[in-house]
């Protein structure tokens, strides 16, 4: 089975920059999409960015152009660099695999952006 932990999440100011990783275990993640999404309280979980098996990547409008998904399938992992970040932006981070319809998720990592 496909295991993933999130890491890197926390608290920074307005403008300021995180790195989210997330780590997956098991033998199955280079032939997995994976993505990162993001959910606040009282809100349904949102796509932030996409990368598949393929490399092919797809960011949501609103962290376009301040967002870089990547993944290191040597390694097993998948990332999330987060630049000029907003307070809009804080949520639960959460990291997605899937393979033949069936997800795997990790128990999140908190971003708070604020002052």
């Known amino acids: 089975q496909v295991q993933l932990v999130e890491s890197g999440g926390g608290l920074v100011q307005p403008g300021g920059s995180l790195r989210l990783s997330c780590e997956a275990s098991g033998n199955w993640f280079r032939i997995y999409d994976m993505g990162w999404y993001r959910q606040v309280p009282g809100k349904q979980r949102e796509m932030v960015a996409i990368i598949s098996r393929f490399d092919d990547i797809n960011y949501a409008d609103f962290v376009k152009g301040r967002f870089t998904i990547s993944r290191d399938n040597a390694k097993n992992f998948m990332y999330l660099q987060m630049n000029s970040l907003k307070p809009e932006d804080t949520a639960v981070y959460y990291c997605?695999?899937?393979?033949?319809?069936?997800?795997?998720w990790g128990r999140g990592t908190q971003v708070t952006v604020s002052s």
């Open positions: 997605n695999g899937q393979r033949g319809g069936l997800d795997y």
